[in-house]
């Protein structure tokens, strides 16, 4: 099998006939020289989904499902590329190299293994050992069940401060494994090592499918270490474990979640437990942090909508502008609720009324702009001109963080809104686009200022409809139909050149593939845009925008001929700016450089 990525990937999709792949999950049957079915990412009532074996692609036409077999089964499987290349790959025996002896995969598997030996060792204790009577008394009174505690594998780390360290050295496992995964710390000048966790409810945080990654400790109340030990202790982050993207109990929520058509977002782990132990499965949390950007694309693989269970008492806005910023900037419904004062979902779950109130808070959820506006209404008096312009302000300051070339469903979503907050506080949208479009220039120009950028750059990226970035798409488009049409096209206009950063993003790593001696297709790309599978579906569509191009060499010729028009044009402009406050000396160089730039627009690309 070949070591590099991208062969791999193409040797594994080559293996892979699609209307095989499909068909195992759904039924299809024959229609001319494709093949028919059920869409499974709408409610389909007739066949829309059209799998072409040609061209090995399937397409929806219907909800706009489009792509290639690894598209497929990471829609299907909720997974991202790695793991569904790793499914494919066992499906046509295919051996990856995650799965060799020796080797960075090879380390991985052996972390893995050191982490689920400890979380069996941590169980043990916590269920069999005196060591542990303590713990269980703790989480009877906390009222979690046995079969709860079984089920999320709790365990206890013992006040002894070599207890794993001895466990291990009986069961023969490296402790230096158990160092880089954060269970054991070394002692000063490399004199042996010492438990990391002591006497400590542990939480086994584990991955999307059940792997456990980590580990979260809870100090036990009663215990000589509370008075200066945090209450609660998370690992290291490691290789395997980053906080700021991990949801903890998403891989026993994940079945309910995409029932429901929702997460439930709440923020400690006896929540989380709780929550499931009363029925509402698809509860998770994060890790004592904000909701982030590497959350959002965890969670879009597998719901649009998410709930956050904020606690009343927390100073009411606490979070929301995050949350609203989120709801802005993704393609995601963000809801956010309150409990009762003074109740975490874990103290109101135990409570005999407890589960209706926790399902009847979950129903009123409202999103994060109603949320906000609500609290904004009981700060200020909306029957005044300082109230309503004070409301105003604080929602169109989260307003303005969203970028002006933002996807379509983004720019409706931004739009709705506006129009909703005109008709809640009795003003024209008129005024509430002219009032947003003011706050959003003086952000602009503080961020110029803060970098020593010059002002003229925010004029030139001002507009509604902007022609630059209609030429940059159609560059994109033409490059990835055509990629032997990248040479002509990086001599003649760089990637950091391009100003909306989508479409800079895809240019660069397309230039990146070039300059590396690869084939800048698509399936080099995916490897390039592991991180943004988003980033990768807005390519599967200009590339095939980019296929029903004509003569593309001129169709390139004609657009870089534009996009340098456009860059001379914007220079000349910021030229005629600095002419009017320049002095004699500087006017004389001024001109000579509008001079230049007259004559460099109509020189062919290139020279």
Not at 182 to 196: H, Y
Not at 409 to 436: C, D, P, Q
Not at 488 to 503: K, Y
């Amino acid at each position: 099998m070949p070591s590099d990525p991208v062969e791999l990937t193409k040797a594994i999709k080559a293996a892979c006939d699609i209307v095989s792949v499909v068909g195992s999950y759904l039924t299809l049957k024959p229609a001319g020289a494709t093949f028919k079915g059920l869409c499974p990412f709408h409610d389909d009532t007739r066949p829309s989904l059209d799998v072409d074996p040609r061209r090995q692609r399937y397409r929806c036409w219907a909800c706009g499902a489009y792509g290639d077999v690894f598209q497929f089964v990471m829609a299907m499987e909720k997974v991202d590329f790695r793991e569904a290349r790793a499914i494919l790959a066992r499906r046509v025996g295919i051996r990856l190299e995650d799965e060799a002896n020796s080797g960075p995969a090879s380390q991985r598997r052996r972390w893995y293994e050191a982490l689920h030996w400890a979380q069996q060792r941590y169980a043990e204790c916590l269920l069999e050992s005196d060591l542990a009577e303590t713990a269980r008394k703790y989480l009877g009174e906390r009222g979690l069940h046995g079969g709860t505690v079984r089920d999320f594998g709790l365990g206890y780390a013992p006040l002894l401060g070599e207890w794993l360290l001895q466990q291990a050295r009986r069961d023969l496992i490296d402790p230096q494994i158990l160092v880089e995964m954060g269970l054991l710390l070394t002692r000063s000048e490399n004199r042996g090592w010492f438990d990391r966790f002591r006497d400590r409810i542990m939480f086994p945080i584990r991955d999307p499918r059940g792997q456990v990654i980590a580990f979260g400790g809870r100090i036990l109340p009663s215990s000589p270490l509370a008075p200066r030990a945090p209450k609660y202790y998370n690992s290291a982050e490691t290789p395997l474990f980053s906080k700021s993207e991990v949801l903890y109990g998403l891989d026993r929520a994940r079945a309910a979640a995409v029932s429901a058509g929702q997460l439930v977002i709440v923020e400690g782990y006896t929540d989380v437990l709780m929550a499931h132990q009363y029925g509402f499965s698809q509860v998770v949390a994060t890790m004592g942090t904000a909701l982030t950007t590497r959350h959002i694309s965890l969670i879009r693989r597998f719901v649009p909508k998410v709930v956050l269970v904020f606690d009343a008492d927390s100073g009411g806005l606490t979070g929301t502008d995050r949350a609203l910023e989120l709801f802005l900037t993704h393609d995601l419904e963000v809801a956010i609720t309150t409990l009762p004062p003074g109740l975490d979902p874990c103290d109101l779950l135990i409570q005999p009324q407890g589960p209706s109130l926790f399902a009847q808070a979950l129903a009123s959820a409202c999103d994060a702009l109603e949320f906000k506006l609500q609290r904004l209404l009981q700060q200020h008096d909306p029957n005044t001109l300082e109230g309503t312009r004070r409301i105003l302000d604080a929602l169109l300051q989260v307003l303005a963080m969203v970028p002006e070339y933002s996807s379509p469903e983004l720019r409706v979503k931004k739009e709705l809104m506006i129009n909703r907050l005109a008709h809640r506080l009795r003003l024209r949208s008129e005024t509430v686009w002219a009032r947003l479009e003011d706050i959003r220039k003086r952000r602009e120009r503080a961020t110029l200022a803060a970098s020593g950028e010059p002002a003229t750059s925010a004029a030139a990226s001002s507009t509604r409809v902007d022609p630059q970035v209609i030429a940059e798409k159609q560059l994109v488009e033409i490059l990835l139909a055509d990629p032997a049409l990248i040479p002509q096209a990086c001599a003649v206009w760089p990637a950091e050149a391009m100003r909306h950063p989508r479409l800079r993003r895809i240019l660069s790593e397309l230039y990146g593939i070039y300059h590396s001696g690869g084939i800048a297709d698509l399936d080099a790309l995916r490897e390039r845009l592991f991180d943004r599978p988003d980033l990768y579906d807005d390519a599967c569509r200009l590339h095939q925008v980019g296929q029903y191009m004509q003569e593309r060499a001129q169709w390139l010729q004609r657009v870089l001929q534009r996009l340098r028009e456009l860059h001379q044009a914007a220079e000349r402009q910021a030229l005629k700016e600095q002419l009017a406050a320049a002095d004699a000396e500087q006017a004389v160089a001024l001109l000579r450089r509008l001079q230049q730039t007259h004559r460099e627009v109509h020189s062919p690309p290139g020279l």
